[in-house]
């Protein structure tokens, strides 16, 4: 059975920092890009930062580039997001999301249930 399980969330400080994790099981982690996407009351969701399968090509969004880093652990089959010099805006819910394309170009997507990131003072 594919899960995802979002971990690391919390209240934080504004300038804090946060470590999201994610722990995939039930289908070959390795073979996925990952992706932390965020939703925040009324606004749509947003890409966050992807990680292809090695974890050689990563990708940010504006909004987070040089505040948060993405890495993966495939022996482990978790995902990460450090969070550094958190803001407000930063609020969300955050999710992972496991994507595959295979060779018949099949889209493989799933999702972690979401963890609450809350940054105040």
């Known amino acids: 059975q594919v899960n995802l399980v979002e971990s690391g969330g919390g209240l934080v400080q504004p300038g804090g920092s946060l470590r999201l994790s994610c722990a995939a099981s039930?289908?070959?982690?390795?073979?996925?890009?990952m992706t932390w996407y965020r939703q925040a009351p009324g606004k749509e969701r947003e890409l966050v930062a992807t990680?292809?399968?090695?974890?050689?090509?990563?990708n940010y969004a504006d909004s987070v580039k040089g505040r948060f880093t993405i890495s993966r652990d495939n022996s482990a089959n978790t995902v990460y997001l450090q969070m550094s010099k958190l803001k407000p805006e930063d609020t969300a819910v955050y999710y992972c999301?496991?994507?595959?394309?295979?060779?018949?170009?099949?889209?493989?997507?799933?999702w972690g249930q979401g963890t609450q990131v809350t940054v105040s003072s």
């Open positions: 999301n496991a994507h595959l394309r295979s060779i018949l170009g099949k889209d493989y997507d799933y």
């Open positions: 039930g289908f070959t982690f390795s073979l996925f890009a």
């Open positions: 990680i292809n399968d090695s974890g050689g090509r990563l």
